[in-house]
């Protein structure tokens, strides 16, 4: 599986931006997709997934301004972000889990885009 970002850039405070992720090689074996940041000195955090079934979830510090969605025929997710804040600020990293069963086990792989940044100014 490979990933490719897009639609990074640098927008002020309370702006709107939507980056991009289009999946390819062996999509068909992707379970969830997420957009992952991280921040200057800060951990990789979880932002946004979506499942393969269409569920998605979105952590808290982004509930209600950040909206993750995809258009499968694309091979496409998209993370909205609407009502950015300067500590939005961040690398934005694609992330696609595959999980591979077997009678004894269960493995997971995770792939990465190369990421995006977002800047948001005060």
């Known amino acids: 599986v490979q990933l490719v970002e897009s639609g990074g850039g640098l927008v002020q405070a309370g702006g709107s931006l939507r980056v991009s992720c289009e999946a390819s090689?062996?999509?068909?074996?992707?379970?969830?997709m997420a957009w992952y940041r991280q921040a200057p000195g800060k951990q990789r955090e979880l932002v946004a997934s979506?499942?393969?079934?269409?569920?998605?979830d979105h952590a808290d510090s982004v509930k209600g301004r950040f909206t993750i969605s995809r258009d499968s025929a694309k091979n496409t997710v998209y993370l909205e972000m609407n009502s950015l804040k300067p500590e939005d600020t961040a690398v934005y990293y694609c992330?696609?889990?595959?999980?591979?069963?077997?009678?004894?086990?269960?493995?997971?792989?995770?792939?990465w885009g190369q990421g995006t940044q977002v800047t948001v100014s005060s």
């Open positions: 992330n696609a889990r595959v999980v591979v069963h077997t009678i004894d086990r269960s493995t997971t792989f995770d792939y």
């Open positions: 090689g062996r999509v068909s074996d992707i379970d969830t």
């Open positions: 979506i499942t393969n079934g269409g569920r998605t």
